[in-house]
């Protein structure tokens, strides 16, 4: 998974060994509800002191510049111990490059395969990937990226002392890039979760995980910076949430979902991309931090699933321009643009144009900061919301909200629409007579899914035909393709252009 930002390559560090071409996923069945975990949290303790002898210490805050840096042991002793080894053996996808087209619509393509590939032939060999897991429960509960296991058949986990065991998916968070997987062993070493929130930049800080397979591997860094948003969870999560701790600590592809710890070797993140023209580290790592993780994986224990708050609005960053702009009276925060429907903080009276100052009390300077402390509350929660409006300070109390359980209906035609991974609108009455054709449905945004996976279809793209029907419009569009089945034809046009393109996947 891979984005492009200022000339800056983002990549997921999960290590691919690719022995099919092509990506390949898969729908991972969850092994029924979970039994709570009690994972191991940590009270704040100050980071051992930077001695000549090496040995553990005090606070850093007094040790001079000229010091040595600590000896780091204690922790890469601690960490390694409960950092895992994990493969996936991935199922290989049935797209339409590895199957048949349908005869009526061959014709369409001269009888080829759209893509210019043959159909595989005989048993096809699995895909395999491999990343790093964090223990953090004795009995076998095990914290990862959710890229390390999306699309696993099987799970392979390797403990430091070379035990290995199979594993299950208890759940996972997208939104987030955690997991939570489990195998069957009592007594193992756990790491604690330390709290990310106390983490400061410039402090050391250690990666533990397993680069190219190399198990057990530790480099040491400092953090770099807090909050950071890379925009790298989009391609697989509608609603990410992005807080990243950026070190320089050394991170590799295989060291998707090991562990960031502190020299006390508490857990303060999950090791989840690095910043790279090659793929290989160039100088920044990122990881999600502790606070969000734990909360994750708590939530998928006890419930199944995420359960998180929501303030409901639309937000951006106050910055030199827009103090300009709006006269603002404050030079750092976010200012509200707008709220989605039924929103918790419209409903506390929070205003388009306030800008929001603290949650909680503790100071909001950008984005990331904001979705990093209300992803760690659950709907019904009451968080207190600091902001500045005309100048006027205010504090209100916002009781968080969580989005509504679709109807039995609704989820089905979610599931075919997050399967193709494309979001649909109608046509206006002006874009049908602009397009010159009577009906359709035009996709507005392209998500993971069929669709990007297996096509080259772009936005804007208009929906006019499935399997030679026409369609009316979107809803039409959603009802035709829920009850679909094997190869299907996507016939329809892109504005401006009245050439008829054709695009062939499977469901």
């Given at each position: 998974?891979t984005t492009t930002r200022n000339f800056r390559k983002i990549t997921a560090v999960a290590l691919a060994s690719a022995l099919l071409g092509g990506t390949s996923y898969a729908t991972y069945e969850?092994f029924g509800k979970p039994d709570t975990i009690s994972t191991w949290v940590s009270n704040a303790t100050p980071f051992m002191k930077a001695r000549l002898d090496g040995k553990p210490g005090g606070?850093?805050?007094?040790?001079?510049?000229?010091?040595?840096?600590?000896?780091?042991?204690?922790?890469?002793?601690?960490?390694?111990?409960?950092?895992?080894?994990?493969?996936?053996?991935?199922?290989?996808?049935?797209?339409?490059?590895?199957?048949?087209?349908?005869?009526?619509?061959?014709?369409?393509?001269?009888?080829?395969?759209?893509?210019?590939?043959?159909?595989?032939?005989?048993?096809?060999?699995?895909?395999?990937?491999?990343?790093?897991?964090?223990?953090?429960?004795?009995?076998?509960?095990?914290?990862?990226?959710?890229?390390?296991?999306?699309?696993?058949?099987?799970?392979?986990?390797?403990?430091?002392?070379?035990?290995?065991?199979?594993?299950?998916?208890?759940?996972?968070?997208?939104?987030?890039?955690?997991?939570?997987?489990?195998?069957?062993?009592?007594?193992?070493?756990?790491?604690?979760?330390?709290?990310?929130?106390?983490?400061?930049?410039?402090?050391?800080?250690?990666?533990?995980?397993?680069?190219?397979?190399?198990?057990?591997?530790?480099?040491?860094?400092?953090?770099?910076?807090?909050?950071?948003?890379?925009?790298?969870?989009?391609?697989?999560?509608?609603?990410?949430?992005?807080?990243?701790?950026?070190?320089?600590?050394?991170?590799?592809?295989?060291?998707?979902?090991?562990?960031?710890?502190?020299?006390?070797?508490?857990?303060?993140?999950?090791?989840?991309?690095?910043?790279?023209?090659?793929?290989?580290?160039?100088?920044?790592?990122?990881?999600?931090?502790?606070?969000?993780?734990?909360?994750?994986?708590?939530?998928?224990?006890?419930?199944?699933?995420?359960?998180?708050?929501?303030?409901?609005?639309?937000?951006?960053?106050?910055?030199?321009?827009?103090?300009?702009?709006?006269?603002?009276?404050?030079?750092?925060?976010?200012?509200?643009?707008?709220?989605?429907?039924?929103?918790?903080?419209?409903?506390?009276?929070?205003?388009?144009?306030?800008?929001?100052?603290?949650?909680?009390?503790?100071?909001?300077?950008?984005?990331?900061?904001?979705?990093?402390?209300?992803?760690?509350?659950?709907?019904?929660?009451?968080?207190t919301v600091t902001v500045n409006h005309d100048g006027a300070e205010k504090v209100i109390s916002v009781s968080l909200k969580g989005i509504s359980e679709p109807s039995v209906a609704d989820r089905?035609?979610?599931?075919?629409?997050?399967?193709?991974?494309?979001?649909?609108?109608?046509?206006?009455?002006?874009?049908?007579?602009?397009?010159?054709?009577?009906?359709?449905?035009?996709?507005?945004?392209?998500?993971?899914?069929?669709?990007?996976?297996?096509?080259?279809?772009?936005?804007?793209?208009?929906?006019?035909?499935?399997?030679?029907?026409?369609?009316?419009?979107?809803?039409?569009?959603?009802?035709?393709?829920?009850?679909?089945?094997?190869?299907?034809?996507?016939?329809?046009?892109?504005?401006?252009?009245?050439?008829?393109?054709?695009?062939?996947?499977?469901?």
């Amino acid at each position: 998974m891979t984005t492009t930002r200022n000339f800056r390559k983002i990549t997921a560090v999960a290590l691919a060994s690719a022995l099919l071409g092509g990506t390949s996923y898969a729908t991972y069945e969850h092994f029924g509800k979970p039994d709570t975990i009690s994972t191991w949290v940590s009270n704040a303790t100050p980071f051992m002191k930077a001695r000549l002898d090496g040995k553990p210490g005090g606070s850093t805050a007094d040790a001079p510049a000229t010091m040595i840096p600590a000896d780091f042991s204690f922790a890469s002793k601690k960490a390694t111990a409960a950092v895992v080894h994990i493969k996936s053996t991935l199922k290989p996808e049935r797209t339409v490059s590895q199957m048949q087209i349908p005869e009526e619509f061959r014709d369409l393509f001269g009888g080829r395969n759209p893509f210019g590939q043959q159909a595989p032939e005989g048993k096809m060999e699995k895909p395999q990937a491999t990343g790093s897991g964090v223990i953090i429960n004795p009995d076998g509960y095990i914290v990862t990226n959710n890229h390390v296991i999306q699309g696993a058949e099987t799970l392979e986990v390797t403990l430091a002392d070379k035990h290995t065991y199979k594993a299950k998916v208890i759940g996972s968070d997208p939104n987030t890039d955690i997991a939570l997987i489990k195998i069957d062993a009592k007594n193992l070493p756990a790491l604690s979760f330390g709290n990310s929130e106390n983490v400061e930049v410039g402090q050391w800080v250690l990666a533990v995980g397993n680069p190219y397979n190399l198990t057990s591997t530790v480099t040491a860094g400092i953090v770099s910076a807090k909050g950071r948003s890379i925009n790298i969870l989009g391609e697989n999560a509608k609603a990410p949430i992005e807080s990243f701790i950026q070190t320089d600590a050394a991170v590799n592809p295989g060291n998707s979902g090991g562990a960031l710890v502190d020299l006390n070797g508490n857990l303060i993140g999950i090791n989840t991309a690095i910043a790279s023209q090659t793929g290989s580290f160039a100088g920044y790592s990122f990881a999600v931090p502790s606070s969000i993780a734990h909360k994750v994986v708590e939530d998928i224990s006890k419930f199944g699933s995420v359960q998180r708050g929501y303030l409901g609005v639309g937000i951006s960053e106050v910055d030199a321009a827009k103090v300009k702009s709006f006269d603002l009276k404050v030079d750092e925060g976010v200012r509200v643009e707008n709220f989605a429907d039924e929103s918790a903080a419209k409903e506390a009276g929070i205003k388009i144009g306030d800008v929001i100052t603290k949650i909680d009390g503790h100071a909001i300077t950008s984005v990331p900061q904001l979705q990093e402390a209300i992803a760690q509350h659950k709907p019904s929660d009451k968080v207190t919301v600091t902001v500045n409006h005309d100048g006027a300070e205010k504090v209100i109390s916002v009781s968080l909200k969580g989005i509504s359980e679709p109807s039995v209906a609704d989820r089905s035609s979610s599931a075919v629409m997050e399967q193709l991974g494309i979001e649909l609108k109608d046509l206006t009455n002006q874009q049908k007579k602009e397009y010159s054709i009577g009906s359709g449905a035009q996709v507005t945004a392209i998500n993971a899914g069929k669709i990007r996976q297996n096509t080259d279809m772009e936005e804007g793209f208009v929906i006019t035909k499935i399997d030679k029907t026409p369609v009316a419009n979107a809803r039409e569009a959603v009802k035709m393709l829920q009850g679909k089945k094997g190869g299907v034809m996507i016939e329809g046009l892109y504005p401006g252009n009245d050439e008829t393109q054709y695009f062939a996947i499977g469901l």
